[in-house]
Structures are given as C-alpha cells and as structure tokens.
C-alpha cells in the first residue's frame, strides 16, 4: 500500500505502523521495509498488543525502557536504510491512561527523543491547553525542529477526545505535522451509506448524481500524476 500512495501522490508519506509489528528486531525490520517500500517515515506507539484506538479508554502501555529500545532500534534501522532521513516518530499515549497522565506523558516523550526519534506524536490530549504545554515541554529537549526540540504531531480525528482545533492553531501551539488518519473514510462511507438508502427508498440513484464522481473528473487525478511523474 505505500508503494501504491508514494508512486501516484510523489508526496512525502508517514505511515502509521502500530506497536511495531513485534519487539525491537521486528521494529528494526519494519522500518527498513517501509523505508524500501518509499516512505518517508513511520510512527510508532508505547501500547501493549494489541492495541486500541488512541481515542478509547482501556489502553494500557509497556513499560518505558521497552519502548525506548524499539526507538534505538528504529533510529538505528533509519540510520541503516536511509542515512537518518527516515522519520522515526514515537507516539505516547500516557495522557489517556490511568496511572500515567500528562506529565508521565511529557517524561516518556523526553526518553523517547533522547533514544532517537525525531518526531513526538502526544495522543489523545483534550484541550488546546495541554496541546501548547506538551509542545513547550519539547522545544526544550534536543531536535532539528524549527525554534528547537524534537518535530511535533497532532492527530486531529473526528469523534475524539481532542478539541477541533484548526491547522493554523495547531501550528501556532508548535505542531508541524496534523494527520487526518481516517475523515476521508469516514467521509466516502457516510456517502456510501446515504447513496444505498436513496436506492433502497427510490429503487434508483438518479437524484443522487449530484453528489457522484463523474467519470471525467475521477480521470483528472491520473492526468496530474502522470504529468508529475514526467
């Protein structure tokens, strides 16, 4: 799937990769085929597998020393397969557990960047607030990030914990990177969902035309692609 994103979009592409797929070898692994693959970087995160979404509740982590392991050894795969381009970004999602909270968050995040990763990604904060203090929190360890410390991601999901807060904020609290992980989904589905009721209810789609692709504008995304790739 990322060489189909990287070979149309000719964009940089973060990819997301979980726990890791395993233990420090297996992440070590993972980043190298990514970074084969095209991607430009990858995050990680310190739940347990297996996982739940950032956004629910009964999450639980691995211990700090585990997950900082991983990190070396992404870094170290990244330093491998792409002389330290590769973004190794570290995901923590302590805020959201009990018995860790924000500021264990800020500490793990502090290790996480200390053990190589070049991105730090907090999940599931629930103000703007706390959005600014973490990033502050970070300028102050060290990082190529533009006014110092490590880069910055925000997930900005619908149906969240995290308040919806535009790119330009997100920027101004001190974020470079907001992922949007599954509102085109979510978009197409509801879509989806409203264009079967509307056959269902009138046995045809004609009055849902107006809100199809037609076929010369689902042609327009290729001309460009191609006229990139040349």
């Given at each position: 799937?990322?060489?189909?994103?990287?070979?149309?979009?000719?964009?940089?592409?973060?990819?997301?990769?979980?726990?890791?797929?395993?233990?420090?070898?297996?992440?070590?692994?993972?980043?190298?085929?990514?970074?084969?693959?095209?991607?430009?970087?990858?995050?990680?995160?310190?739940?347990?597998?297996?996982?739940?979404?950032?956004?629910?509740?009964?999450?639980?982590?691995?211990?700090?020393?585990?997950?900082?392991?991983?990190?070396?050894?992404?870094?170290?795969?990244?330093?491998?397969?792409?002389?330290?381009?590769?973004?190794?970004?570290?995901?923590?999602?302590?805020?959201?557990?009990?018995?860790?909270?924000?500021?264990?968050?800020?500490?793990?995040?502090?290790?996480?960047?200390?053990?190589?990763?070049?991105?730090?990604?907090?999940?599931?904060?629930?103000?703007?607030?706390?959005?600014?203090?973490?990033?502050?929190a970070m300028k102050k360890l060290s990082g190529?990030?533009?006014?110092?410390?490590?880069?910055?991601?925000?997930?900005?999901?619908?149906?969240?914990?995290?308040?919806?807060?535009?790119?330009?904020?997100?920027?101004?609290?001190?974020?470079?990177?907001?992922?949007?992980?599954?509102?085109?989904l979510r978009a197409a589905m509801k879509g989806?969902?409203?264009?079967?009721?509307?056959?269902?209810?009138?046995?045809?789609?004609?009055?849902?035309?107006?809100?199809?692709?037609?076929?010369?504008?689902?042609?327009?995304?290729?001309?460009?692609?191609?006229?990139?790739?040349?």
């Amino acid at each position: 799937r990322i060489k189909e994103v990287v070979s149309v979009s000719h964009l940089p592409l973060i990819a997301d990769a979980d726990t890791g797929f395993g233990e420090g070898e297996m992440v070590r692994r993972t980043v190298e085929e990514y970074c084969w693959a095209g991607a430009a970087g990858l995050h990680i995160e310190d739940q347990v597998f297996p996982k739940r979404c950032g956004h629910l509740d009964g999450k639980a982590l691995v211990p700090i020393d585990v997950f900082v392991e991983k990190v070396e050894r992404a870094a170290e795969a990244s330093r491998h397969c792409s002389d330290g381009e590769f973004i190794i970004c570290a995901r923590t999602d302590a805020a959201g557990v009990p018995g860790e909270g924000f500021d264990r968050a800020v500490e793990r995040a502090g290790a996480y960047v200390q053990a190589g990763a070049d991105m730090i990604f907090p999940e599931g904060l629930q103000s703007e607030e706390d959005f600014g203090k973490f990033a502050e929190a970070m300028k102050k360890l060290s990082g190529s990030a533009p006014g110092g410390g490590p880069f910055m991601l925000a997930n900005m999901t619908e149906f969240g914990k995290t308040p919806y807060l535009t790119l330009d904020r997100f920027h101004e609290l001190g974020y470079h990177c907001v992922i949007y992980p599954v509102s085109t989904l979510r978009a197409a589905m509801k879509g989806v969902e409203e264009c079967l009721q509307t056959l269902k209810d009138q046995g045809t789609l004609e009055p849902f035309l107006d809100r199809m692709q037609t076929r010369p504008s689902a042609l327009v995304p290729c001309r460009v692609a191609r006229k990139t790739s040349h």
